[in-house]
């Protein structure tokens, strides 16, 4: 299926760097930036994750390296795109713009994939949660956020076996590009309903930063059972690149030690289709999980169970790697499952 990716920010170059490695053909670009030799540039050198091998370079309105060719389009948002001129079956927009369900529903297109978690969708997806609820049909599927990506797993399998009652989880999360180098004018945040947000006009190199989080909203749109009623949950910001950390505490009902929930997380491990869970006891630091494809790394040194029926982890992801990952992987299920349908004439 031809792809456009709408975007090429942070999670869009990522997308870009992964996709032919995973048989991801994206013939197609949307993005605001203007100059396609910086477009090149900036997928081809990267602060955190380097320079890439096959470089890209320029010829007119397209980029190209050994492997693709991709058309580079200047539109400022979706809704000036001819896609059936253009000849695209699928979108994933990485903008983060939000557009209205029936705008999307109208596109001539099989399927969007949003790299934001929405109620609007028709599925919101984390591998290794409810993949199986892919149906092939769908036309808006949402790939959630990296945070729900790397923490609902782990939920559903502590969940599974052993009863959440309650629970804490605190992000520490990485810079993301609307913070500030240095103390400026607060920030607005429609998603977390803060019109002017202080914290985030002070400078995020210089700074831990607290903030309001979505996570747990996110999850309950996969699962409606992962809410703010049974979580709690907070972040902080922190003046690290890319790696993220989750801390989390579960009261369960059913008793438990910690060679039984290890156990059972490297079953998991072992039997899992995607790469998802990884268990790791090296005494490792944030930038060893820079460019990881498991996007829910659980830290065994720092388990600990309590009364038999608290559970304390931490877990390591990628935020934008890892989580780019994920998005890949989950369209090409998407390709996979409607092509199955189309040769059993469903």
């Known amino acids: 299926m031809r792809i456009l990716l709408n975007g090429v920010g942070r999670i869009g170059k990522s997308i870009i760097r992964l996709a032919n490695s995973k048989n991801l053909e994206i013939v197609a670009i949307n993005e605001i930036n203007h100059n396609i030799e910086n477009i ?5 050198y990267d602060s955190t994750y380097g320079k890439l091998q096959d470089k890209y370079f320029v010829r007119n309105q397209f980029i190209y ?3 693709s060719t991709i058309k580079i389009l200047n539109y400022a948002n979706l809704h000036d795109i001819d896609f059936q001129g253009l000849d695209i079956d699928i979108v994933i927009d990485a903008s983060g713009v939000p557009y209205k369900k029936e705008f999307l529903e109208s596109l001539e297109i099989d399927a969007i994939f949003l790299t934001h978690p929405t109620n609007e969708a028709d599925i919101n997806l984390i591998l290794g949660v409810n993949e199986l609820q892919l149906i092939g049909d769908e036309k808006i599927i949402s790939t959630s956020s990296c945070n729900a990506t790397a923490l609902l797993p782990y939920l559903k399998v502590i969940d599974d076996h052993y009863t959440i009652v309650s629970g804490d989880i605190l992000t520490i999360h990485p810079l993301l590009n609307h913070q500030k180098t240095l103390d400026s004018k607060c920030i607005s945040s429609s998603d977390r309903d803060v019109s002017c947000n ?7 190199t210089q700074n831990i930063i607290p903030s309001k989080t979505t996570t747990i909203e996110a999850c309950s749109y996969v699962d409606k059972r992962f ?3 049974l979580l709690s949950s907070s972040s902080l910001r922190v003046p690290t690149p890319t790696v ?3 801390n989390v505490v579960l009261n369960v009902s059913n008793e438990l030690n910690s060679n039984q929930l290890n ?18 006891t090296e005494q490792l630091v944030s930038t060893d999980f820079q460019g990881e494809e498991f996007t829910t790394i659980i830290d065994t040194k720092f388990t600990q169970i309590t009364n038999n029926t608290t559970i304390k982890s931490v877990i390591w992801y990628d935020n934008e790697y890892g989580y780019a990952s ?9 390709i996979m499952v409607k092509s199955t349908n189309i040769q059993q004439g469903k």
């Open 227 to 229: 809410n703010s009623d």
């Open 198 to 204: 202080f914290e985030f006009g002070r400078s995020a």
């Open 326 to 334: 994920k998005v890949i992987e989950i369209v090409n299920r998407y």
């Open 244 to 246: 993220g950390a989750i």
């Open 263 to 280: 156990r059972l997380l490297e079953e998991y491990a072992q039997k899992q289709q995607y790469p998802i869970y990884k268990n790791i």
């Open 65 to 67: 390296n050994s492997q």
């Open 40 to 44: 090149a540039y900036l997928i081809n």
